[in-house]
Nanobody, 122 residues
Framework: VQLQASGGGLVQAGASLRLSCAAS????????LAWFRQYSGKEREFVAT????????QYSDSVRGRFTVSRDNDKNMLYLDMSDLEPEDTAVYFC????????????????WGRGTQVTVSS
């Protein structure tokens, strides 16, 4: 599974941004997917996850209510719609995939894409 995140950029506080993650596999719909972010000098932290069907969605407390995760299994795409962005959301965002819905929420997820930088100015 190859993943590629895109859509990052520089925005002002309060703005919205959509991140996308393209996957290369034709069995994409079998995988649970997740978004993580990494602050400079820090470990990656979980942001959101969506199960394969997608009946189960979870968010970290810091983004719940502002971010929405979704997927399009026909297009092999994962999305993260971010609204009301805050300077504290500034980080590199990564997408991850794993056959395990629990493992995908951890740094031990099997597959990772290159990150995309999101910078929120105050």
């Amino acid at each position: 599974v190859q993943l590629q995140a895109s859509g990052g950029g520089l925005v002002q506080a309060g703005a919205s941004l959509r991140l996308s993650c393209a996957a290369s596999t034709t069995i994409f719909k079998s995988y649970a997917l997740a978004w993580f972010r990494q602050y400079s000098g820090k470990e990656r932290e979980f942001v959101a996850t969506i199960s394969w069907d997608p009946s189960r969605i979870q968010y970290s407390d810091s983004v719940r209510g502002r971010f929405t995760v979704s997927r399009d299994n026909d297009k092999n795409m994962l999305y993260l719609d971010m609204s009301d962005l805050e300077p504290e959301d500034t980080a590199v965002y990564f997408c991850a995939a794993d056959l395990s819905a629990s493992n995908v929420m951890t740094p031990a997820a099997d597959y990772w894409g290159r990150g995309t930088q999101v910078t929120v100015s105050s």
